[in-house]
């Protein structure tokens, strides 16, 4: 069964601190994507980034960096130098190819990110 | 660049009548999903479209229904409302997942609809 987790409930930070959101998950397939959505007060979901099962490099967009490890089942985000704007629930997502690869997505639970002045 | 457009964005009804929330995907996106989002909770997944025929169903019941028309567009068909439906429902569209590809879906506003 797939299954996503995102352990941290919320995350409180100081403007300017580094923050790192976990995100675990759990799949059978051999096949499939990872995602991150960032959910501001407004409600929007905003996607960030996808990511392959084949592709383990990590990546780097501005302040925001993602770390895939297979070895551990997990896809963990970090964002440098957190700013006011950074405050969103922030979602992991996972899709499994399996038999069909219909695409839905399975959401972890959040992380509510407060970044304070 | 265009978005996915979502109405109404904000409905109230009372119990046991009836909603339609209507979905319009972004441009050249042949794939659409609706889902649920309640309070403090995450999204969860309801029913996908490919083509006009539904490619996947989650955790819808059985008292809504969904369609997607000739020009990609989607309906959301809700009846029998309960005080439990009230949510944030999102749609989503994306091209067609096929082979080992799966594609980034990107959501509307979403629809608030509460039920008194």
């Known amino acids: 069964a797939q299954k996503v987790t995102q352990a941290q409930t919320e995350i409180s930070v100081v403007e300017k601190e580094d923050v790192t959101l976990d995100c675990v998950y759990e799949?059978?397939?051999?096949?499939?994507?990872l995602f991150w959505y960032k959910q501001p007060p407004s409600g929007e979901l905003v996607f960030l980034i996808r990511r392959n099962s084949f592709d383990e490099q990590n990546e780097i967009s501005g302040r925001y960096s993602w770390n895939f490890q297979k070895s551990t089942s997990s896809f963990n985000f970090t964002i440098t130098a957190s700013q006011v704007v950074d405050s969103a629930v922030y979602f992991c997502a996972l899709s499994e190819r399996g038999s069909s690869n219909t695409g839905k997505l399975i959401f972890g639970q959040g992380t509510t990110l407060q970044v304070k002045p | 660049a265009a978005g996915v457009i979502q109405s109404p964005r904000h409905l109230i009804k009372e119990k046991r009548e009836t909603a339609t929330l209507k979905c319009y995907p972004i441009?050249?996106?042949?794939?659409v999903y609706w889902y649920q989002q309640g309070p403090g909770q995450d999204p969860q997944f309801l029913i996908s479209?490919?083509?006009?025929?539904?490619?996947d169903k989650g955790s819808i019941p059985d008292r809504f229904s969904a369609q997607q028309f000739s020009d990609y567009h989607s309906e959301l068909n809700m009846s029998s409302l309960e005080l439990g439906d009230s949510a944030l429902y999102f749609c989503a569209s994306s091209y067609h997942s096929s082979g080992t590809a799966i594609y980034e879906q990107y959501f509307g506003p979403g629809t608030r609809l509460t039920v008194t």
């Open positions: 799949t059978r397939d051999t096949t499939y994507y």
């Open positions: 441009p050249r996106h042949d794939t």
């Open positions: 479209f490919y083509e006009k025929m539904q490619s």
